[in-house]
């Protein structure tokens, strides 16, 4: 903090990303694509100084420096997405009804999950690419929030409600969380 009173978070802008401020939305656009958010706080601001983006508020309390501190990770989560990209593991893991899982459209379908004749169904949030290669799910994007909230709702839809987890252990789980893309 300096003697005005202002505490500012700097994030550096690496080559390759261009980023423009409007208002509060961010749009940062990379060689992988482009994301934009909106940062909306009535006492934190962000703004472009440079190669730099700059997160600062006056006269902060906890809770303002707690704000820069997200905000701050989100902009480099938005710098690493657009550049390196991000990347989930997931497994299927069965014991006795083998399933079948493809992607349809905006929806991950689960088939013959513990022998259901119900397809079970997860959203895919965003942007969010899936490939099934046996029993490993990789998804793989620009925006961490989507992959992780995709990676979620395939977790969630293969939840065995009733039964103790430690005996029943089929689903999809995740085994690897937001790695970078390096390709």
Partial sequence: MTLSGILEERVAIPNGVTVTVNGTIVEVKGPKGKLSRDFYNPKTKVRLDGDHLVVSCEMPRVKDKAMIGTFASHLNN?????????????????????????????????????????????????????????????????????????????????????????????????TEKAKKVSS
């Fill in 78 to 174: 938005m710098i690493e997405g657009v550049t390196a990209g991000f990347e989930y593991h997931m497994k299927i893991v069965f014991s006795h009804f083998p399933m079948k899982t493809a992607v349809k459209g905006d929806k991950f379908v689960i088939e013959n999950f513990l022998g259901e004749r119900a397809p079970r169904q997860a959203k895919i949030v965003g942007d969010t690419k899936i490939v099934v290669k046996g029993n490993d799910v990789v998804l793989t994007g620009i925006d961490v929030e989507a992959v992780g909230q995709t990676a979620a709702n395939i977790e969630y839809a293969t939840k065995i409600w009733g039964y103790d987890p430690r005996v029943f252990q089929d689903g999809i789980y995740i």
